[in-house]
């Protein structure tokens, strides 16, 4: 944590906190403690700091004896965070294996022009340009952090990465030698930030795996400013046949530990590598709109993968990386899908009338909104 991020940190209510640092390298507070005027306290660890309250919060026993920090409260879990930790537990799992995700040569091409699709750029230097005219960015769910390493390389200002897993720990690891870039362990329903602060908000794939995609939206809403912009991606309400197939194997495969999980998708790894290698397209003259399958030209992979079973396999990925996207469908806790009528609501109930829908895939739903300015 460097010490620049500790001016726009703020605690329960708004009030700006304290620090005290126990050791420091390269310009990062490496282990430390953030204070409340009340005298709550948030650990650093590991470069990281941790904003995570109430029942969110890791066991800290020994971190508090250590440093000789008063006992808390004891913290209930309210339904909202005994559903956020389960959801946390897959995450913090897959972003410990998958550290490079993103940073590879081999994965970038696919993700960037991925991301141009989904917020609407013709290509990469569009991208560029786009962020280079952000001065405070926030992305929730950085994963590896490599699309907020990609950000602070273009903006001018400041870019904060928040997660509620240790992805924080990871994003930090690749990050950290951006003076820009921050890492921050946090909840996106109680985002350590004043509202109407940033200037852009990504949250890409993320908001499906809250309690409610929904009420993330709004939460995160309330932290851009007027004029500033908003994308997230969701999942989309998927066809009968790949609906009923992802809940018939979530229902199993959810209630599995990580390890467990990663075998057992390899069935689904393997299926997609085996229809890819076929490269085979179908021409579909009626289509069956009763399933969401359109007419005309498809491959039969796609075909699978869009309107049967998730089946994912990108020949840019080694097999561990190919098996971990499919992990990330089947072992999270939560995994909402929407269609756009439904989020169109949700825009309308924000008095959003600037917004766009990019068509990236059929099986996600992308939208670029901007903050009306205040009157």
Known sequence: MRKELLELLRGRCGDELKVVIYEESNAHIIEGSLHEPDGYW??????????????????????REKHNLGVLPDAQFTDHEKNQSLTNNTFSDKWRRFKNYGMLNTHKEFLFDWYCKKLG???????KEFYNKKQCVLEVGPGSGFNSRFMAEQVNGTVIALDISDAAYTTFENTNSLKNCHAVQ?????????????????????LHHTPSTKDAVFSLYNKLKPGGQFFFY???????????????????????PAEDCYKACEGFTELGRELSKLNV?????????????PAGEHDVQRLFYYNFIKCFWNDA???E???MVNFDWYHPHNAWQHSEEEVVEWLNELNVTDYKFNNSNPNGISVLLTKSKAV
């Open 317 to 319: 990925f080694d097999w």
């Open 281 to 293: 397209n179908v021409t579909l003259e009626k289509g069956i709109p009763e399933l969401g399958i």
């Open 121 to 127: 750029m013709t290509d990469k230097n569009e991208l």
């Open 42 to 63: 948030y650990p650093i660890q590991n470069g990281v700091p941790n904003l995570l309250r109430g029942g969110l919060r890791s066991e800290q026993e020994l971190f």
């Open 186 to 206: 946090g909840d996106l329903m109680d985002v350590p930030f004043e509202n109407d602060f940033f200037d852009f908000i990504i949250a890409d794939g993320v």
């Open 321 to 323: 990386t190919n098996n």
């Open 234 to 256: 969701v999942y989309r309400e998927m066809g009968a046949m790949r609906k009923y197939c992802d809940d018939f194997v979530r229902e199993a495969y959810t209630k599995l």
